[in-house]
């Protein structure tokens, strides 16, 4: 079986190795050229852990290839799948230019049966006009062929996309005929031989999927700062307050963690997009709309408290941060709680001291030289007023708290996501604050 896959971020890349690797032939598009010529000499753009080893791997064996042509392989393949961006614009909505410019393509230059699948995050009705714009280009040639399309959302999460999509716990399909169904049913058919966890739907039904468990999920989240933010004000213990909550198992325990704010390149857009939708369709998510607001408040919570800790006095105090990226195990930095801290503690006058295993390359093609870059963890603490942990990356999970009071000049630590034990910062000298 013989696939493309256009676009080589996070999804269309991680997609495109994962079928490989299951023996599907893969071709990967882009329209970067640097980009492809990077793939092309085994360069890979993205941190992701397992990534790279399978990329190699597949394209030794000749079942991975990269290219900036589309329309020289789609004689070739069955299925194209859509992988493109959809940025937000600015009233929030998902731009579908390039998921459309993908669709035209197609309809331009096909010359018998694809089907055409959107694996991007898009909003419900864009396969209506995916489909709208193949059959436009078909009949401005005079052509009667035959397509179908279809909606797969991913549910990958960064830093462990590779296994979500070798292990899904679910795929969900969107499809309007028995034909299209057969052929995604055989493509994932490799993943599914010890439990079958496909879930055929309706395409808009498939569409609202992503965006609904995206929103979900940061709602939990939210939710979680809201109630951790009052814990504080009323003497309650924020942890304790998630173990009750997560032993009843209508809740659960995941996405209970209180911390200083959601990021990432999912949950931001996919809230705005989805609050955008309903707006457009003459409805207000009032919940999203009180999510969104929560979480843009939570960025700033950990400057908030750092200020209060020396009364407002900040300027010319150095700051260290332990952490840049959105989350561990990327290098993803969109929406990320730093960057608001750093734009917060730079127009203040301090010294920000910064420190993230992965993601120093990145913070630097974002914010320059307005922070200074560490070595590694013990680098950025050297005379600091102050540490901030934003990013719960594992190496930072036992310092030796020796070496912090010796090399810091202030002993104030404030933990962006709870992983330090309260008491043993207070038996070792340190002020200690906390989310909740």
């Given amino acids: 079986m013989k696939i493309a896959i256009v676009g080589t971020g996070y999804v269309g890349l991680v997609s495109g190795t994962c079928f490989s690797e299951m023996g599907i ?51 070739e393949v069955e299925v194209v799948f859509s992988a ?51 059959r436009e280009e078909l009949d401005r040639r005079g052509a009667t062929l035959d397509f179908d399309v279809a909606s797969n959302p991913e549910f990958l999460k960064e830093g462990a996309a590779v296994e979500d999509f070798m292990r899904p716990d679910r795929v969900v399909v ?13 493509l994932y058919r490799p993943f599914m031989l010890t ?16 965006y609904a468990a995206n929103s979900m999920l940061a709602t939990r989240i939210s939710f979680m700062n809201d109630v951790a933010n009052l814990c504080e004000l009323v003497g309650a213990d924020i942890n304790m307050v998630r173990k009750g909550i997560g032993a009843d198992t209508r809740i659960g325990q995941k996405f209970l963690y209180a911390g200083c704010g959601y990021g990432g390149s999912c949950f931001p857009k996919d809230v705005k997009a989805l609050i955008k939708t309903a707006e457009q369709n003459g409805y207000e998510m009032q919940v999203l709309k009180a999510v969104e607001s929560v ?49 917060l503690l730079t127009r203040e006058g301090t010294t920000v001291r910064v420190y993230d295993p992965i ?13 200074i870059y560490c070595k590694d963890m013990y680098d950025a603490i050297v005379d600091a007023d102050a540490l901030l942990l934003i990013t719960e990356w594992k190496e930072f999970r036992v310092p030796s708290w020796s070496v912090l009071k010796k090399a810091m000049r202030g002993c104030v630590l404030i933990d962006g996501r709870n992983i330090y034990d309260g008491k043993e910062l207070k038996k070792n000298g340190f002020d200690y604050y906390k989310i909740g």
């Fill in 295 to 343: 979480n843009e408040r939570q960025k700033s919570v950990l400057f908030r408290k750092f200020v209060n800790h020396f009364d407002g006095d900040v300027k010319g105090k150095t700051v260290a941060l332990w952490g840049l990226a959105f989350k561990p195990e990327t290098d993803d930095m969109r929406e990320a709680p730093a960057l608001v801290l750093i734009d």
């Fill in 195 to 210: 439990n079958d966890r496909m879930i055929f739907t309706d395409i808009p039904s498939a569409e609202m999927i992503k």
């Fill in 359 to 371: 993601a120093m390359e990145e913070c630097k093609r974002r914010v320059g030289d307005k922070v």
């Fill in 84 to 134: 493109v961006g959809t940025p937000p614009d600015e009233d929030g909505s998902a731009d579908l230019r390039y998921v459309l410019e993908v669709a035209r393509t197609v309809g331009r230059n096909m010359n018998k049966y694809l089907v055409v699948v959107t694996k991007s995050t898009v909003p419900v009705g864009t396969a209506i006009k995916v489909k709208q714009a193949i």
């Fill in 25 to 75: 032939d893969v071709t990967c598009v882009d329209v970067n050229q640097e980009k492809i010529e990077q793939l092309q000499q085994g360069i890979i753009p993205i941190y992701e852990p397992g990534l790279e080893d399978m990329v190699h791997k597949n394209v030794k064996a000749g079942r991975l290839r990269f290219t900036t042509n589309l329309v020289e392989i789609l004689d």
């Fill in 174 to 186: 969107g499809v309007e005929c028995d034909r299209a169904k057969e052929m995604m049913a055989r």
